[in-house]
C-alpha cells in the first residue's frame, strides 16, 4: 500500500515536521535579521566617525599619533602603534577611526567565533549561524562609544590586545600544530600590545594566563616559554626602534612615571589593587533585574517546546532585533536616563545566563565543567585586567571591556544550543540583547558625547581637522574656536611641525638628581 500524501517515505508525518520547518524558518529569518542589524550598527557609528571632536581627550589621542617621536617621556605608546596607520591614511581622523573600530570589531567576531566553535558542536550550531551570532555578539565591543571617544588611544589598544590574548588562549595546546602555534604567538602579540598600551593591564594579564591554563589542563613550559618570548622580542624591538637602546626605553617609563606623581594624577602602585565603589541609582539597579528576567523570559520560551511557548519566544526575539534597527535607522532618539555607570547594563547579559542555566539545567551550575568554569573565570577577569591601573572608578572603566561578559553569557547558555532541536536559541537571545543594549548605549553617546555641547546630529559645519584633506563636521561654535585658533597661530607665527623646547621641570626629572644638591 502506497504512503498517503500526509506521510514522507520513512513513515513521518508531515503534520509532524510542519512545525519544525515553520521553527526553522523563524530561526533562519531571526538569523538573517540580526546580521543585518550588525551591518546597519557599523555603518551607522562608521558613518559618525566623521563627527564631533573632544578636543582635551581625542587631542591628545591626534597629537601623540600624528609624531609621537617628538616626546622623550610616556607611560604609554600606543602613539607609536598607530602611528603608520595614521600616516597610511594621511592623518586623516576620520578613516582612522573608523579603522580603529573596524579593528576592535573584527577582532571581537574572531574571539566570538572561537568561542563559540569551542563550546558549540557543529551539530549545535552550523557555520553560518555562528558567523551571524558571533558578529552580533561582537557589537558590543564598540560599547565604549557610549561616550563618543572613537579615536584610537591607549584604551583602544589595551582593548584590542585582550582581544588577540583570549583568542590565543583558545587556540593554545600542548601539542604543536599550526592552530596551537598561532595561539601561543597571538599570546604573545597580546602581551606586547597590552604592555604598549598600559604596562599595568599586561602585569595583570599575565597571571590571568597561568591560572587559565592550569585550570584547563593546557599548562606547558615551552610553549609558555615561547609566548613569552615572542612579547619579549616585540618589546625589546620596540625599545630600539622608538629610543635606540632598551636603557634610553626604560628612562623613558622613570620619567614618565616621576613626571605623573609630581602632577598628582593619582597614579600609584598603592593604589592599583581596587575594586572601586559601586553605588547605583535605584533606577539603574531595577533596569538591570527587570532587563536580566525579560531575557530569561525570552530564552525560556524560545527553547519551550509547545508551539505557542515557542513561537512567543521567536516573536521576542524579533522584537529586540528590529528595536535596534529602529534606533539606527534614526526613529529613535531616547537617551539612556542612565549616568555614570550606563556601560553596566551589559551586565544583564551575563546575569540572565546565570538564571537560565540555573532553570533549565536539573543539575544548575553543578553541571558547567571545570573548563567550562576557567573560560568563564578568565572572561570575567578580562575588563578588570583592562581597567587595572586607571585612577578612573574601577567599575565605570570596566563596563567598557563588557565585550566579555557578552561572551561569558554565551558560553553559560552554550550547552544548551547542543540538545537536539534547540537551534542555538538561547545563544541568539543573548547576541540579540547584546546588540539592542549596545545600540542604546551607542545612541546615548551620539545625542550627548562626551566633552561636546550638542548631539553629533547637530553638526553641519564641515572643518579641516589637521590636513587639509581631513575634514570633521562640528557644531558652529566648535568650528568657529578651531577656525580662530589656527588663524590665530598662522598669525603668530607657528608652523606645522614645530615643537616647543622641554620645560625646565621636565629635563630636571628626565637628568635626574643633581647630587651635588643636599
Known amino acids: 500500500m502506497s504512503p498517503s500524501l500526509t506521510e514522507c517515505g520513512n513513515g513521518v508525518s508531515l503534520d509532524k515536521l510542519a512545525p519544525t520547518f515553520a521553527r526553522s524558518a523563524w530561526h533562519r529569518g531571526l538569523l538573517a535579521l540580526s546580521a543585518v542589524g550588525t551591518i546597519s550598527f557599523l555603518g551607522w557609528v562608521l558613518w559618525y566617525c566623521r563627527y564631533g571632536i573632544d578636543f582635551r581627550d581625542e587631542g591628545f589621542y591626534l597629537v601623540w599619533m600624528s609624531d609621537p617621536y617628538k616626546y622623550d617621556i610616556s607611560v604609554t605608546q600606543f602613539g607609536y602603534v598607530y602611528h603608520p596607520l595614521f600616516q597610511l591614511v594621511r592623518e586623516n581622523v576620520a578613516a582612522i577611526r573608523q579603522i580603529n573600530l573596524l579593528i576592535t570589531f573584527g577582532l571581537a567576531w574572531a574571539l566570538g567565533n572561537t568561542v563559540l566553535k569551542a563550546c558549540v558542536p557543529p551539530s549545535g550550531l552550523q557555520l553560518g549561524a555562528r558567523l551571524a551570532i558571533s558578529a552580533a555578539m561582537a557589537t ?101 626602534w622608538i629610543d635606540g637602546s632598551v636603557m634610553a626605553f626604560v628612562r623613558r617609563y622613570e620619567t614618565g612615571i616621576a613626571l605623573a606623581e609630581l602632577l598628582g594624577g593619582g597614579h600609584k602602585i598603592s593604589l592599583f589593587l581596587r575594586l572601586g565603589d559601586l553605588q547605583l541609582d535605584p533606577r539603574t539597579r531595577n533596569i538591570l533585574v527587570g532587563g536580566s528576567l525579560i531575557l530569561v523570559a525570552v530564552a525560556w520560551l524560545a527553547t519551550r517546546e509547545t508551539r505557542a511557548l515557542s513561537r512567543t519566544g521567536y516573536a521576542s526575539m524579533w522584537l529586540l532585533g528590529l528595536s535596534g534597527l529602529v534606533v539606527v535607522c534614526g526613529f529613535a532618539r531616547q537617551l539612556l536616563t542612565i549616568e555614570y555607570y550606563r ?113 553629533l546630529r547637530d553638526n553641519h559645519r564641515k572643518v579641516a581637522v589637521g590636513r587639509p584633506s581631513s575634514n570633521l563636521r562640528l557644531s558652529e561654535g566648535f568650528g568657529s574656536y578651531l577656525a580662530q585658533a589656527a588663524e590665530v597661530a598662522r598669525q603668530s607665527g607657528f608652523t606645522k611641525g614645530a615643537a616647543r623646547p622641554r620645560s625646565r621641570i621636565v629635563s630636571a626629572i628626565a637628568k635626574g638628581p643633581n647630587p651635588s644638591a643636599r
Not at 582593548?159 to 601561543?184: N, T
Request: proline content about 5%.
Open 140 to 240: 558590543a565591543s564598540l560599547s565604549f562609544l557610549h561616550i563618543w571617544l572613537p579615536t584610537p588611544s591607549y584604551n583602544w589598544l589595551v582593548l584590542q590586545a585582550l582581544l588577540i590574548a583570549c583568542a590565543g588562549l583558545l587556540m593554545a595546546g600542548k601539542q604543536m600544530d599550526r592552530r596551537s602555534f598561532a595561539g601561543w604567538l597571538l599570546i604573545g602579540i597580546g602581551g606586547w600590545l597590552a604592555f604598549m598600551a598600559k604596562p599595568t593591564s599586561a602585569a595583570a594579564l599575565a597571571p590571568c594566563v597561568v591560572v587559565y591554563l592550569l585550570g584547563v589542563g593546557k599548562f606547558a613550559l615551552r610553549p609558555l616559554m615561547l609566548a613569552g618570548t615572542v612579547a619579549l622580542a616585540l618589546l625589546l624591538g620596540s625599545a630600539w
Open 343 to 455: 556601560g553596566l547594563l551589559l551586565l544583564i547579559v551575563p546575569f540572565a545566563a546565570l538564571i537560565f542555566v540555573g532553570m533549565r539545567s536539573r543539575q544548575g551550575l553543578s553541571s558547567i565543567s571545570r573548563a567550562r568554569w576557567s573560560l568563564l573565570l578568565l572572561l570575567f577577569v578580562l575588563p578588570y585586567v583592562y581597567a587595572f591601573g586607571t585612577v578612573n572608578n574601577y567599575w565605570w572603566q570596566i563596563s567598557h571591556a563588557a565585550i566579555f561578559w557578552v561572551l561569558a553569557g554565551a558560553v553559560l547558555v552554550a550547552p544548551v544550543a547542543q540538545e537536539p532541536g534547540s537551534s542555538a536559541k538561547p545563544v541568539l537571545a543573548v547576541a540579540l540583547a547584546a546588540q539592542l543594549i549596545t545600540v542604546a548605549l551607542v545612541q546615548t553617546g551620539i545625542e550627548a558625547p562626551y566633552g561636546q555641547a550638542v548631539s
